[in-house]
């Protein structure tokens, strides 16, 4: 378990979500299925692999993540989201729905519009 900071809610959230990595983990087993260590190292923002290792591991402590070994090779691990980490999908929305309507220019909406049709939040 973690020892927060502080007895302040948005505090302790960061304190477990407030990282540049654990919503990019979060939206690649979500949205593009990814469920083992190797196609969670491939993400386009580039996580190095002892980051990977102990977001995943933080993440699964926490109770946001479960990692079962795999029935068909037993090297391989796969992460998949709990119950109390659907519960900040609506978060992750959120931040993308901010994201989309500030950060992006009218020249790159063409280019957004074909990610997120590849996007699939549960």
Same mark, same amino acid.
């Given at each position: 378990?973690?020892? !927060?900071?502080?007895?302040?809610? &948005? *505090?302790?959230?960061?304190?477990? &979500?407030?990282?540049?990595?654990? &919503?990019?983990?979060?939206?690649?087993?979500?949205? !593009?299925?990814?469920?083992?260590?190797?196609?969670?190292?491939?993400?386009?923002?580039?996580? *190095?692999?002892?980051? %990977?290792?102990?977001?995943?591991?933080?993440?699964?402590?926490?109770?946001?993540?479960?990692?079962?070994?795999?029935?068909?090779?037993? &090297?391989?691990?796969?992460?998949?989201?709990?119950?109390?980490?659907?519960?900040?999908?609506?978060?992750?929305?959120? !931040?993308?729905?901010?994201?989309?309507?500030?950060?992006?220019?009218? =020249?790159?909406?063409?280019? %957004?519009?074909?990610?997120? *049709?590849?996007?699939?939040? =549960?």
């Amino acid at each position: 378990m973690i020892t !927060f900071r502080s007895n302040c809610p &948005l *505090a302790r959230s960061l304190d477990i &979500l407030g990282d540049k990595w654990t &919503l990019l983990i979060l939206r690649d087993i979500s949205a !593009f299925g990814k469920t083992t260590f190797k196609e969670l190292s491939q993400m386009k923002e580039k996580i *190095a692999t002892n980051t %990977l290792s102990d977001r995943l591991e933080k993440l699964t402590s926490e109770g946001m993540l479960t990692k079962t070994r795999s029935s068909r090779n037993k &090297l391989v691990f796969h992460y998949n989201i709990t119950e109390k980490g659907l519960e900040l999908l609506p978060v992750v929305q959120d !931040f993308i729905n901010w994201s989309m309507k500030y950060l992006y220019e009218e =020249n790159e909406m063409e280019d %957004l519009q074909k990610l997120m *049709a590849t996007v699939k939040i =549960n």
